[in-house]
């Protein structure tokens, strides 16, 4: 069964202070696995796509990376406006499109 | 601001009403999807369509009703629906099934 394990489900830093979050996932062949950002009220925004084992994606102070069972999202530095839940999907071995989400990750960043 | 637009922003309904909620892309797009978000829990999908053509039903009542009039549009019809049906639903599109998805902000949806 295709599945997402986020961890942690919650995570307070202080601001400047650097951390990873981590996405576990069991899929029949990854297709795709695809980190995104949701602030309350809002939709999810899409942050990075990685499709294979020891990929990297970088974006400011977010770098994605990618193993054959996990994925990384470190937070470098981080700023209270990076205060968000960071949400990790698969797409299903299936073929159908469907994304398989974790539970998320909500990030706090204290001043 | 995102590239995919939802309407209305809020909706409340009775459970005698009928309404719609509608998505627009206009990133050429091929697929889009509905999915409904409880409260801090992750989206789960209801409805994806391809090529205009619905091809995933996940076995959602029938009180909730998709339609795609064209290319750019996705419409989800809301008839008969129950409290637990208040969520907020999302629409999302991507160019074909194994590229990103690109989410809208939603439609909050609270039924009396």
């Known amino acids: 069964e295709d599945q997402v394990t986020q961890s942690p489900e919650a995570l307070r830093l202080q601001e400047g202070e650097s951390s990873s979050l981590n996405c576990s996932y069991t899929v029949s062949g990854l297709r795709g696995l695809f980190w995104y950002r949701q602030d309350p009220g809002k939709g999810p925004e899409f942050l990075f796509t990685l499709y294979s084992a020891g990929e990297e994606k970088e974006k400011e102070r977010l770098k994605a990376t990618l193993t054959k069972k996990e994925s990384f999202l470190h937070i470098t530095a981080p700023k209270p406006e990076d205060s968000a839940t960071y949400l990790c999907a698969v797409l299903d071995s299936g073929n159908t499109g469907k994304l398989i989400f974790g539970q998320g990750t909500t990030l706090q960043v204290k001043p | 601001d995102t590239e995919v637009t939802q309407t209305p922003k809020h909706l409340v309904m009775g459970m005698t009403n009928k309404k719609s909620l509608k998505c627009e892309q ?28 619905l091809s995933i039903n996940e076995s959602v009542p029938s009180r909730f009703s998709p339609e795609c009039p064209n290319s750019s549009l996705l419409n989800l019809h809301l008839h008969a629906l129950q409290p637990e049906d208040s969520a907020l639903y999302l629409c999302a599109s991507s160019q074909q099934g194994h590229q990103p998805q690109h989410f809208g902000d939603g439609t909050r949806l609270s039924i009396l």
């Open chain 2, 26 to 53: 206009h990133m050429g797009h091929r697929a889009m999807y509905w999915y409904k978000q409880k409260a801090k829990k992750p989206p789960e999908l209801m409805f994806v369509y391809s090529y205009e053509k």
